[in-house]
């Protein structure tokens, strides 16, 4: 079965420059998840999007910005890197009334900022 | 808001043996679900086991069980038979019933298991 595609999977940046994660979800997922986990972390929710639209936010830094497009796939866009921001980052779909099943969650992003 | 709280950041156990992770709660809400997740060393996370809170059977999935307890707002997991491919890290996780609403997780828990 498909599952989360999550690109790159891992990538070295250095202060202050920009990057762009992706993240294409299950085929008929209407719905994207992006969260972040730094080292020895618990994951924690950065921002969600539902039919393009942003459904919610979390804890994302301004320097951030994200947006899901017509074919569902989603972009999470981070500039003026900081050491702080290396992290994995993490996308996860389902579909938007489905509460009550999981999130499915890709392999995730490993960004190191040096 | 919601929150998580997994008050035992490392556990052990032998092969075979049987560990209980726990996991409390906090929120308003009267409906809810609870999931647990595994984190092995790939860091890809699998769901291990969820449960509805309007549900008052406790879930479970093989190896794996869940003791729920709405009153007390717990929700433990229990490992039987423990294997070394159970070493990983378990995160509890909270999501409120409204769609499209994100998981809230725990600090984890890093399990070990030795032969």
């Known amino acids: 079965a498909a599952g989360v595609i999550q690109s790159p999977r891992h990538l070295i940046k250095e202060k202050r420059e920009t990057a762009t994660l992706k993240c294409y979800p299950i085929p008929r997922h209407d719905t994207v998840y992006w969260y972040q986990q730094g080292p020895g972390q618990d994951p924690q929710f950065l921002i969600s999007?539902?039919?393009?639209?942003?459904?919610d936010k979390g804890s994302i830094p301004d320097r951030f910005s994200a947006q899901q497009f017509s074919d569902y796939h989603s972009e999470l866009n981070m500039s003026s890197l900081e050491l702080g921001d290396s992290a994995l980052y993490f996308c996860?779909?389902?579909?938007?009334?489905?509460?009550?099943?999981?999130?499915?969650f890709g392999q995730g992003t490993r960004l190191t900022v040096v | 808001a919601q929150t998580v709280t997994q008050s035992q950041p490392e556990m052990s156990v032998q092969e075979a043996e049987t560990v209980t992770l726990s996991c409390t709660y906090d929120t308003s809400e009267s409906d809810y679900y609870l999931f647990w997740y595994k984190q092995p060393p790939s860091r890809q996370m699998i769901l291990v086991i969820r449960?509805?809170?309007?549900?008052?059977q406790n879930a479970t999935e093989n190896r794996f069980s869940v003791n729920f307890q709405k009153a007390a707002k717990s929700f433990s997991l229990k490992i039987s038979d423990s294997q070394l491919g159970d070493a990983a890290m378990y995160f509890c996780a909270y999501r409120s019933p409204q769609a499209g609403t994100a998981l809230i997780f725990g600090k984890g828990t890093t399990l070990s298991v030795s032969s």
């Open positions: 996860a779909s389902s579909f938007w009334g489905a509460v009550a099943t999981e999130a499915f």
């Open positions: 999007f539902y039919e393009k639209m942003q459904s």
């Open positions: 449960q509805e809170a309007y549900k008052q």
